[in-house]
């Protein structure tokens, strides 16, 4: 018999023959922001199982988490026929997770977390902060705590806040300090505007933007999207006195005495210091609209300028104040859980469909997946799909890079990593991969590749689809026992399909 590798190969050659290479649309079409905004729990019932499942998986996907199919439908009869559990009928699965978020973890449930990371992952001494918290995000179960935590993690990914770890001016301990303030503040509920003003007098800011030109420049072009270069002169005065010393010195922000006074009209106001002009911006009227743009960017950035802005004044029409209040206006939105076609990160793509699908981490996984290229690494890393958190001077693209090159690292490593790997040995801490819990069901033939569809896609096999894998396994004289190979042979061809590294629309919506 050959290797099962090489049957995997000739069922991918024979599959992609018959289907020319899959894939879906990724257009967009929808309309700006709606009246009538966050979808609510009688908006969730009246959509059909798969629909309701796909709006979960979107959800949770986004929050770099999943909800395993088992959990979710009737998996004890023999036919899959996408029946939600009798127990969980009557559950509003939507209601249930925006209550999780709202619920903390205790101190004591959050310490056995974070010495669970301790003992079960290993980091790099002096590279541990991306690797620790993106394990932590792991480990953790949905609450307050995680949400906050993800709030923290998605901001410093973005051009607001972004450590800029590639510059040699900064350093890894830049991400936990930028971290930890931005999940201490929003687990506070400190206002946007103080969070914001915080950050723009901290060190790791002006590691990433050195002299009062720099700084003062980009301060207003990234909170205020305020382009006036006859104003930079004028904030370089007000923080004259502010300065970042070279690598002989540390990169240590200092401030000294001399400071400015003489008055600066600039920013419709009057300023005199440094700490007046970043008040001057964290008061801003321009700040929340901004902070919004940008959140919006990433989260509809597929959808036109008009589209956006129309979603940005539907925000900012509630008032939000805190960060949470953007976050949820937005993710719990019918323009975002049913309408939305983009691109997936990363994190969406890999952790939302690992959980859905039992993966298990290595105890050097999240080390792993997050080295540069100047260290060894077993496999396909972060920085090979150019989508290294923490890493960019202004922050991850809103949409991932997706040329040639940064596209087929990805796929690469969803595919090798979590779709065709599974877990052959439960008690090795190196072996990761999806485990054999995934295909612990009763579905056979037909039944049991739509099982595996809407477990990874949100939806069943199509008529073409069914026949070719079944040809598949006809040719490779599989049986119904031979559940693992018939696995990785639909996941293998999942792999390939554009609609696995996407967002795509729910129920009609566009």
């Keep these: 018999m ?99 978020l709202t619920k903390p973890i205790s101190n004591e449930k959050l310490d056995f977390y974070i010495q669970t990371v301790e003992s079960k992952y290993d980091f790099d001494k002096n590279k541990k902060q991306p690797q620790y918290i993106m394990a932590l995000l792991y480990e953790l179960p949905i609450s307050k705590t995680y949400y906050d935590m993800w709030m923290a993690y998605f901001l410093s990914n973005t051009v607001l806040f972004s450590p800029a770890t590639e510059l040699e001016s900064t350093d890894y301990i830049d ?47 990234i909170f205020l999207r305020r382009f006036k270069d006859e104003e930079v002169p004028k904030a370089s005065i007000a923080c004259k006195n502010w300065y970042l010393t070279d690598d002989t010195g540390g990169y240590q922000l200092v401030i000294e005495l001399d400071e400015n006074y003489e008055p ?21 009227k321009d700040l929340i609209p901004t902070v919004v743009s940008v959140i919006v960017d990433h989260l509809f950035s597929t959808y036109s300028d008009e589209q956006k802005k129309g979603i940005v004044n539907t925000v900012l029409s509630q008032n939000p104040k805190t960060f949470r209040d953007v ?30 699908i039992y993966f298990k981490p290595s105890k050097n996984f999240f080390k792993y997946i997050n080295r540069d290229r100047t260290s060894y690494r077993p496999f396909t890393s972060l920085y090979d799909m150019k989508q290294p958190p923490f890493a960019e001077k202004l922050g991850r693209s809103p949409i991932p890079p997706l040329d040639a090159l940064s596209f087929a690292y990805y796929h690469k490593g969803l595919r090798e990593q979590l779709m065709i790997d599974r877990v052959t040995d439960e008690f090795n801490e190196n072996d990761f991969g999806w485990r054999e819990e995934f295909i612990d069901v009763p579905f056979a033939e037909d039944d049991f590749i739509h099982y ?3 477990s990874v896609l949100g939806r069943k096999a199509t008529e073409k689809e069914l026949s070719v894998l079944n040809q ?39």
């Design 2 to 100: 050959k290797p099962f590798y090489l049957l995997l190969f000739s069922a991918s050659m024979f599959i992609f023959s018959c289907f020319g290479g899959g894939g879906g649309s990724n257009d967009n079409t929808s309309s700006t922001a709606p009246s009538s905004f966050t979808m609510t729990e009688a908006d969730y019932d009246q959509l059909s199982p798969e629909e309701k499942y796909s709006v979960i998986s979107k959800l949770t996907s986004t929050l770099y988490k999943g909800i395993p199919v088992k959990e979710f439908f009737d998996v004890k009869k023999s036919n899959f026929d996408l029946t939600i559990q009798s127990a969980t009928q009557t559950k509003n699965h939507l209601k249930d997770i925006k209550e999780a």
């Design 175 to 221: 991400i936990q300090r930028v971290f930890q303030r931005l999940y201490n503040s929003i687990s506070q509920d400190k206002p946007i505007r103080e969070i914001v003003y915080n950050h723009m007098i901290s060190q790791e800011n002006w590691r990433r933007f050195r002299s009062p030109e720099d700084n003062t420049r980009e301060m207003m072009e």
């Design 264 to 284: 600066q009209n600039i920013l419709e106001t009057t300023v005199v210091n440094c700490y007046d002009f970043y008040r001057a911006i964290s008061e801003h």
């Design 327 to 356: 976050f949820n206006l937005l993710l719990f939105s019918k323009e975002y859980l049913l309408k939305v076609e983009r691109p997936k990160k990363w994190e969406e793509a890999f952790l939302g469909t690992g959980y859905r």
């Design 452 to 454: 595996v569809f809407v």
């Design 472 to 510: 598949v396994f006809e040719k490779t004289n599989l049986k119904d026992s031979d559940k693992w190979k018939k696995t990785m042979i639909i996941l293998d061809y999942i792999s390939r399909l554009t609609e696995f590294y996407s967002f795509r629309s729910i129920g009609g919506e566009k």
